[in-house]
Nanobody, 119 residues
Framework: QVQLAESGGGAVQPGGSLRLSCAASVSIFRINFMAWHRQAPGKQREFVASITSGGNTNYAESVKGRFTISRDNAKNTVALQMNSLKPEDTAVYSC?????????????WGQGTQVTVSS
């Protein structure tokens, strides 16, 4: 069982920055894949960024060049640095972890953290 806890959300003006953090209850060396997703009001959840245990990253086109995902193995956290924020980035951001346990892929989700970009 893996528990995930997001933090770092808040309100910021357009052009500002926020850093989200996702803390895992287990060593992230055990986690094959972690990602951030977001869901805006009235919209479906969408992929934002991911990072594998090997450090390979992937980003949605809408955030490339503005967002950076990273892992801190010592702190068992994955961070999402968000720069040049736009109003359309407003959403609840959630992290997920894919963990292979006893040969079975389990997918875990955090509760999410609100990000609001508004002037």
């Amino acid at each position: 069982q893996v528990q995930l806890a997001e933090s770092g959300g808040g309100a910021v003006q357009p052009g500002g920055s926020l850093r989200l953090s996702c803390a895992a209850s287990v060593s992230i060396f055990r986690i094959n894949f972690m990602a951030w997703h977001r869901q805006a009001p009235g919209k479906q959840r969408e992929f934002v960024a991911s990072i594998t245990s090997g450090g390979n990253t992937n980003y949605a086109e809408s955030v490339k060049g503005r967002f950076t995902i990273s892992r801190d193995n010592a702190k068992n956290t994955v961070a999402l640095q968000m720069n040049s924020l736009k109003p359309e980035d407003t959403a609840v951001y959630s992290c997920n972890a894919n963990v292979v346990e006893s040969g079975i892929l389990n997918v875990y989700w955090g509760q999410g953290t609100q990000v609001t970009v508004s002037s």
